[in-house]
């Protein structure tokens, strides 16, 4: 009874945080309100049992977790933001086909730089500031993917001079991301490098990963959170599951990274194909699959990355991060089926 009570406060608590979303936290309350008045009153669950066949209490509550679990992750891939696949080419492919109308002007490049933002407007200025102050040696241009952004997110980025290309609607990071690496295709430049609008990464690494591609021959280059710096904070939660994947992507492959789900990389131009991913949201394990799979010579290079000071992480709400974990099984399929 007690741990019911206590339950149904924690989820009140999350919910008014706005980790969890009003369907999941229904659900719970339901649940545990029932197994609170089955506290007060053993006779209902008896009789349930009685009817069921189960065999004692313990195995009906197991059974009726998992079954909500299930429920929630189902109805959670079948919404996917209430958007079908079909739809996700339809706002793509506009988007893509209103990009290529204005890139006459655009000259050839060596490397492009690919930001996925959603309503970063507090940061995708300073970002890009960032960007345009480093000497590089090469010729760049600076690719925004405006992900359904509500914000001034769309003008900050114009207003700094880098090139736009717009979802109609949210349609995920992962979708950002495959958008930006579709749109290099346009301009064919010899490297293509993504960095998060977040301000979290430091572009200084840029350079770092240039060379690694251009003088030392490698495919796929990884900033790694993890081989240098020990004071990366992370949750609990985040940092297991990180760990978890990276040594699962490591075993399935013979990669020898520490950050797989690092969303700071460069690949060179030639090999996006590679890893060009089927995945419309998590993508991090399919892309390093890909990459092992079709024998990219791949590395990470120590970055530092600083605590973010706005927004929120995709896997802030907890249904996100159990719909991430489903996610990483369809990814393994996507890639050995």
């Known amino acids: 009874m007690m741990i019911s009570v206590v339950l149904i406060i924690l989820l009140t608590k999350i919910r008014f945080s706005g980790r969890i979303g009003n369907q999941f936290f229904i659900i719970m309350m339901i649940f545990w309100s029932g197994v609170f008045a089955i506290s007060l009153n053993p006779r209902i669950l008896d009789s349930v049992l009685n009817n069921t066949g189960l065999v004692n209490r313990s195995q009906f509550l197991l059974i009726s977790s998992i079954l909500i679990i299930l429920y929630l992750l189902l109805i959670q891939v079948l919404r996917n933001k209430g958007l ?39 940061t995708i200025g300073k970002v890009l500031e960032k960007i345009k102050s480093l000497e590089l040696d090469c010729s760049y241009r600076i690719l925004v993917v405006n992900d359904g952004s509500t914000d001034d997110t769309a003008l900050i980025s114009e207003n700094h001079k880098a090139l736009l290309i717009s979802h109609g609607t949210n349609l995920g990071v992962g979708a950002a991301i495959k958008t930006g690496f579709l749109a290099s ?4 430049p010899k490297i293509v490098i993504n960095i998060d609008a977040d301000d979290q990464h430091d572009p200084n690494d840029i350079p770092k990963i240039i060379s690694k591609i251009q ?7 990884y900033a790694s959170r993890f081989l240098q710096q020990t004071d990366y904070e992370q949750s609990v939660t985040r940092k297991i599951g990180n760990k978890f994947y990276t040594n699962l992507v490591n075993k399935m492959t013979k990669l020898q990274l520490t950050d797989v789900t690092s969303g700071y990389r460069g690949v060179r131009f030639e090999k996006l194909n590679s890893i060009l991913f089927l995945s419309e949201s998590n993508f991090a394990i399919e892309l390093a699959l890909r990459a092992a799979k079709n024998n990219l010579k791949v590395v990470e290079i120590p970055t530092k990355t600083s605590i973010r000071e706005h927004g929120k992480s995709q896997l802030f709400k907890i249904e996100n991060f159990i719909i991430y974990n489903y996610n990483v099984l369809r990814q393994i399929i996507n890639v050995y089926n």
């Open 185 to 188: 295709k346009f301009l064919k």
């Open 84 to 122: 079908s696949s079909r739809i996700y080419n339809v706002i793509r492919e506009t988007a893509l086909s209103n990009f290529k109308q204005v890139l006459d002007q655009v000259p050839s490049i060596d490397v492009l730089i690919i930001i996925a933002a959603k309503n970063e407007s507090k």
């Open 215 to 221: 003088d030392e021959n490698y495919d796929l280059v």
